[in-house]
């Protein structure tokens, strides 16, 4: 790697208010934690044409999320390899928007993503399973198009390297780009990352963050599906397209440790294995010890097995109290120091309609730097927290000792060369600790 892509240049360079209030208020000051303030909707102005990539569940959701962002807002194309994915998309666009797409403006294929993008669209939504985002993101940039990306951006190594690179294409042609990491959208995460950096909790000393969970969604195969159909459909279980789950969902919780502290691991020992998962080539679980470079360590835990106990959640220990990045801060005797104040119900409970999804704030974010003329691009800290990730698998599959350098260094590309409706040559094992 040459020194302009070293990981001191993409370690977040993110304020104590983050990146998002920095798009509310303008980049002028430093906002505290009563005053930090969220657009409720991107300003009014031309007409921004988006193109969807990828036209599953989580694209279809993210196209809507596009709508609802502001005024003067369209879909005006829609790519995905499976037609079928095409035509709920659409179904589904025009039940809860009442948006027709011409025919002539959806694209069916490997190569969608170049038709969409050379469609007149003025922003593109990365929506594929992420082992196409490197090339998808590159030919966006390419084009000059602002970018909405979901997580994770890449499921190994090479792939990380690519979104670097074209996130800093992206920044001279004053591109903005808005990776799909909820919580550093969402006002209560930022106003306890704002009082952590002021000292509420002293000087961080550890951290742990977990996404354990029921088993995910999976696919059977169908007669007349061939390897490469079958293996797309059923993407979020398979190493190639998704990156293992401590990659395509565990990205959040990590990130939000490496959001907090403004730094990423050094270096990762972890374990994990597969007991249960029915399809794919992926483990059941992983729990990783990461160590940072002033010898912070953090425990990472993601596991996917029904019937097990659940645990979604992210803490930062500090010298002198703890919180969980969410909406508390703790004393350290355990009691409440602070506590942030969500709208309630006249019963005291949560009113979770009063506070505005991070999904759709994403896209108000993503449309408000548009439009006011100042630039956003979170691919880099986005890059840093999936290589993180990368290397916490890496460690479980090999039960070796995993360097950030190593990780900058490698080589490693996962999946087929090319790609085409048939059999996938790659090789499929499940990965054993301590033979490699």
């Not at 920044?171 to 009082?195: A, C, K, W």
């Not at 939000?256 to 992926?282: E, L, M």
């Not at 048939?422 to 499929?428: L, Y």
């Amino acid at each position: 790697m040459s020194d302009h892509f070293s990981r001191r240049n993409f370690i977040s360079s993110i304020g104590a208010a983050g990146a998002v209030s920095m798009i509310a208020c303008g980049g002028k000051k430093r906002y505290q934690p009563g005053e930090l303030t969220l657009p409720e909707q991107a300003p009014d102005g031309k007409v921004l044409k988006a193109g969807l990539i990828g036209c599953g569940g989580r694209g279809t959701g993210a196209a809507i999320n596009f709508l609802n962002a502001g005024p003067n807002l369209e879909i005006s194309a829609l790519g995905d390899v499976f037609r079928d994915r095409i035509e709920q998309c659409k179904n589904r666009l025009m039940q809860e928007k009442e948006l027709v797409l011409a025919e002539e403006n959806c694209f069916v294929g490997f190569d969608a993503f170049e038709k969409v993008i050379d469609s007149g669209v003025d922003v593109v939504i990365l929506a594929t399973p992420p082992h196409f985002r490197p090339q998808h993101f590159a030919a966006a940039v390419n084009a000059k198009k602002h970018v909405f990306m979901e997580k994770p951006l890449a499921v190994d190594p090479v792939g990380i390297r690519s979104i670097m690179a074209s996130a800093q294409k992206a920044e001279p042609f004053n591109l903005s780009v808005v990776t799909g990491t909820q919580r550093r959208h969402q006002h209560s995460y930022l106003t306890i990352l704002d009082l952590v950096k002021q000292g509420a909790i002293g000087d961080i000393v550890a951290a742990n963050c977990y996404w354990n969970q029921r088993q995910l969604w999976y696919r059977t195969r169908k007669s007349g599906w061939s390897d490469m159909e079958y293996m797309i459909r059923d993407w979020v279980n398979w190493l190639w397209l998704s990156g293992d789950h401590i990659v395509e969902q565990h990205i959040h919780n990590i990130d939000v440790i490496n959001w907090f502290t403004g730094s990423h691991p050094v270096k990762a020992v972890g374990f994990g294995g597969r007991h249960r998962r029915p399809t794919g080539d992926q483990y059941d679980f992983f729990s990783v010890d990461y160590i940072y470079e002033n010898g912070m360590h953090m425990h990472s835990m993601c596991r996917q097995i029904n019937g097990c106990a659940d645990n979604v959640s992210e803490w930062i220990v500090g010298s002198k109290g703890t919180t969980n990045c969410h909406d508390k801060i703790f004393k350290a005797d355990g009691s409440v120091a602070w506590q942030y104040p969500f709208p309630t119900h006249k019963e005291g409970k949560v009113d979770r309609s009063k506070i505005k999804s991070p999904y759709e704030q994403e896209h108000i974010n993503l449309v408000t730097a548009i439009r006011s003329g100042n630039p956003v691009n979170t691919a880099k800290e986005t890059a840093i927290t999936n290589l993180t990730a990368i290397m916490g698998r890496v460690s479980a599959y090999t039960g070796k000792q995993v360097t950030w350098e190593e990780m900058m260094n490698s080589d490693m590309r996962l999946g087929p060369e090319t790609y085409e409706m048939g059999a996938v040559n790659i090789s499929i094992d499940i990965p054993t600790p301590g033979t490699a």
